[in-house]
């Protein structure tokens, strides 16, 4: 069990069940652990000490070239971090006191030193998982995979049905998926919702479930890289956003699989009005760019997540840049100055105006509403028309 101190407590971090979890003064103290000069304060959640989270593209290199991939990935970047200096960074991170690494790309296993980064990403202290597209996976590689905490192979829809990749993409995703289930490493899916995949989704479950797969992540399709001029047409729908919670809380019992939302499906949560503290309990943040999420690029520029722009902080500027970064700062304060609806949301505080992603790429704004979050959709539609030429 790993800890770190923070204002309203601590975060406490376990492998085995893995989980973080946010924990308040008292708690701590009932753990023996001593007071923490940070304890002088408020009680509240805000800035971080560190992410607790880095997505990490280890190369931008990738044979696939899928037509939605947000990182364009094809030819590695021109400065990609060496070996040693992926160490470096991944000792800065540990130094901060960052808990999970997530590496991906362009494609990590085309990065021949991929095993040599997590060893030493275990050695101080970080736990690495993967995203791979689990073309390059053979039973030798599998076996070498229990170094990570978790492996996700992306698959968005089963054989036949539709998806972002290519059609011979299913059948390597599921022999990689086999050969990663009998070396025995604890893998998930990764799945990208847009409106074509989204019919696809019972398959998916019902795949999930024969399989044994630990986890389905989904992804929601975002406006960045190669992903960006084909959204409008490629999006969920208006009527999809408002049907996904209840439709995966459906297929979750029915095919007992864990379904995992990211970030940015927050507000298509919140369209269904949960209790928001069982939403805190479970941990589950809106827009956290900047704060509890970075990303990080091959060449070691920091983002506020991987589907921002990069920021001018590099990975080993971090440590000074955190708290003194005016972009860091910039994106952690969407909450305070959001228009409406979100200023008057109930969720405003979890959610933070939704994915800020998607408002920078459709809007050009980056701290507007995001223009797909089914409340904003239903707030536009309500509002005074202004009048036609008479
Ligand atoms: C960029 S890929 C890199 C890892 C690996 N090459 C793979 O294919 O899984 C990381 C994840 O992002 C997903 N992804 C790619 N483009 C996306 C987009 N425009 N919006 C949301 N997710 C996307 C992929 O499906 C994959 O699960
Ligand atoms: S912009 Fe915010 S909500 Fe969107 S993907 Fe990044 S962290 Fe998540
Ligand atoms: S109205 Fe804004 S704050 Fe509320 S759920 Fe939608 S995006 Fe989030």
């Known amino acids: 069990m790993k800890y770190r101190y923070e204002t309203f407590g601590g975060i406490i971090a376990s492998d085995a069940p893995p989980f973080l979890a946010f924990v308040d003064r008292q708690y701590m ?101 993967l995203t791979t597209s689990g073309h390059l996976m053979t039973p030798e590689v599998a076996e070498r995979m229990t170094v990570f905490g978790q492996v996700n192979v992306s698959m968005d829809a089963v054989d036949g049905e539709p998806g972002y990749r290519a059609p011979s993409h299913f059948g390597k995703a599921d022999a990689a998926l086999t050969m990663l289930l009998s070396a025995g490493v604890p ?23 024969s399989k044994g797969v630990n986890e389905l992540e989904l992804l ?42 990211d970030c940015s499906f927050v507000p298509m949560l919140a369209y269904h009005r949960p209790d928001k503290e069982v939403l805190y309990r479970l941990a589950t943040f809106g827009c956290e760019a900047g704060n509890v999420l970075l990303g990080g690029r091959s060449n070691g520029q920091i983002s506020g997540c991987s589907f921002l722009d990069g920021t001018c902080v590099s990975v080993f500027e971090l440590k000074e840049a955190w ?7 910039r994106l952690r304060g969407f909450a305070a100055t959001m228009a409406e ?21 459709v809007t050009g704004d980056i701290s507007a509403p995001d223009p797909d979050c089914p409340f904003v959709v239903e707030f536009g539609e309500s509002a005074p028309k202004a009048a036609g030429p008479t």
């Open 29 to 129: 103290r009932e753990q023996g652990l001593a007071d923490s000069p940070l304890w002088s304060g408020s009680e509240e959640i805000g800035v971080l000490c560190a992410p607790t989270e880095v997505h990490l593209s280890v190369t931008n290199r990738c044979p696939s070239g899928c037509a939605h991939c947000y990182m364009s990935a094809g030819e590695a970047d021109e400065a990609e971090l060496s070996t040693d200096a992926f160490k470096e960074a991944l000792g800065a991170l540990a130094e901060l006191g960052v808990f999970h690494v997530a590496m991906g790309g362009g494609e990590a296993l085309a990065r021949e030193d991929l095993f040599e980064l997590a060893a030493y990403a275990r050695e101080v202290g970080l736990v690495p998982n």
């Open 187 to 209: 893998t998930g899916i990764n799945c990208v919702v847009g409106r074509r995949s989204f019919d696809a989704l019972p398959k998916l479950f019902e795949y999930c479930g």
């Open 323 to 329: 708290h003194a970064s005016e972009e860091l700062k």
């Open 220 to 261: 929601r399709l975002k406006p960045a890289g190669r992903g960006g001029p084909t959204y409008s047409e490629e999006k969920t729908t208006h009527e999809q956003n408002k049907r996904l919670a209840p439709l995966l809380e459906t297929l979750g019992n029915k095919w007992q699989v864990v379904a995992k939302i």
């Open 341 to 361: 609806p979100c200023a008057s949301c109930h969720y405003l505080d979890i959610c933070k105006g939704g994915c800020h992603a998607v408002s920078a790429y």
